[in-house]
């Protein structure tokens, strides 16, 4: 499970829906200015939707993946 975290920038609420492996599903509203941080396997797909007049439009379009840390190589 990978850490992650959303800040809904816009002036409007928009749904968040995470799709993972085995079967893993996450669904949330998130209100403007508001960050959300949760846990998700690697490599789910994050799918960022926001509330139009006419319906759902799909806004943003993520990959949950772990952060890359480089460790310094020793010097012999």
């Given at each position: 499970m990978v850490?992650?975290?959303?800040?809904?920038?816009?002036?409007?609420?928009?749904?968040?829906?995470?799709?993972?492996?085995?079967?893993?599903?996450?669904?949330?509203?998130?209100?403007?200015?508001?960050?959300?941080?949760?846990?998700?396997?690697e490599g789910s797909q994050l799918e960022i939707w926001g509330i139009e007049s006419y319906g759902p439009n799909l806004e943003e379009r993520l990959r949950v993946t772990a952060p890359f840390i480089a460790e310094d190589p020793v010097a012999a």
């Open positions: 850490d992650f975290s959303y800040k809904n920038i816009t002036s409007s609420m928009v749904v968040l829906k995470c799709i993972g492996p085995n079967r893993f599903f996450l669904e949330r509203a998130i209100f403007p200015q508001e960050v959300f941080s949760s846990m998700a396997p």
